[in-house]
Nanobody
């Protein structure tokens, strides 16, 4: 199983980035796909998740209304559209896949992880 995250970069406050996560190695239709972020010196925290087959979504309060998670079945890719970015959104963003229960926001429920992509928001 491979999860390849990309799309990070340097952006100014208020800007946008679209992060991508290409999944390969198995069929992910029964998986929950998540995005987590880890700021320097802080623990990894949940941002958003999507139930691949059903399209249900879940968001942390800190990103709700600004970030949108989606998936493209044909491309086996999950996206995180990040809008209205703030300096406190600066972090390494990881995509992950879980075979666990829907609704969990705990990183230890996720079985597979990508390598992370760095998002830096300047003030």
């Amino acid at each position: 199983v491979q999860l390849q995250a990309s799309g990070g970069g340097l952006v100014r406050t208020g800007g946008s980035l679209r992060l991508s996560c290409v999944a390969s190695g198995r069929t992910f239709s029964s998986y929950i796909m998540g995005w987590f972020l880890q700021a320097p010196g802080k623990e990894r925290e949940f941002a958003a998740s999507i139930y691949w087959s059903r399209g249900n979504t879940n968001y942390a309060d800190s990103v709700k209304g600004r970030f949108t998670i989606s998936r493209d079945n044909a491309k086996n890719t999950v996206y995180l559209q990040t809008n209205s970015l703030k300096p406190e959104d600066t972090a390494v963003y990881y995509c992950a896949a879980s075979r666990g229960s829907w609704g969990s926001r705990s990183y230890d429920q996720y079985d597979y992880w990508g390598q992370g992509t760095l998002v830096t928001v300047s003030s």
